[in-house]
């Protein structure tokens, strides 16, 4: 859904990336000519060049949205509650950051009950296009200075 919105209503260009095995599921995800899928294609090193030419990573919690933190990339991430995988143990260390998490108020959040309520489905795609849209601002902001 968040793919739709930012190609269909931001005038940029999007570079879906993953393993070779997600490359089908990121064509299902590419639903226009903005939409690149470029799943396997790429190896750690040429991933890292693709980083730092981009102006925004959005992921999950993976390696390369720790590469774009490290090369002072804005990134917008999205944790589980689950505490091994969360935001507190697992989030890129910058300042460049915006983070969302469920929004479905659970106690002792495990991976089950995680997959059983559907949480990650709780985050509003509306919200963090915002987020993209004020991210992308303070990107213009900062290379008109």
Not at 96 to 120: A, G, H, S, W, Y
């Amino acid at each position: 859904k968040l793919i739709k919105i930012i190609s269909n209503e931001l005038s940029i260009n999007i570079i879906l990336t993953g393993s070779e095995n997600e490359s089908e599921l990121c064509s299902k995800l590419s639903s226009n000519e903005k939409v690149i899928n470029a799943a396997g294609k790429f190896q750690l090193k040429e991933l890292a060049a693709l980083i730092s030419k981009s102006d925004l990573m959005i992921a999950n919690s993976t390696g390369p949205i720790h590469i774009a933190a490290a090369l002072n990339k804005f990134v917008i991430g999205f944790y589980p509650k689950i505490p091994s995988c969360s935001q507190t143990r697992w989030a890129p260390f910058t300042d460049k950051k915006v983070i969302f998490e469920p929004v479905i108020d659970c106690k002792e959040c495990t991976r089950k009950q995680c997959e059983e309520l559907n949480c990650m489905n709780s985050i509003d795609e509306r919200v963090v296009f915002e987020s993209v849209k004020e991210s992308l601002q303070k990107i213009l902001n900062q290379n008109i200075h």
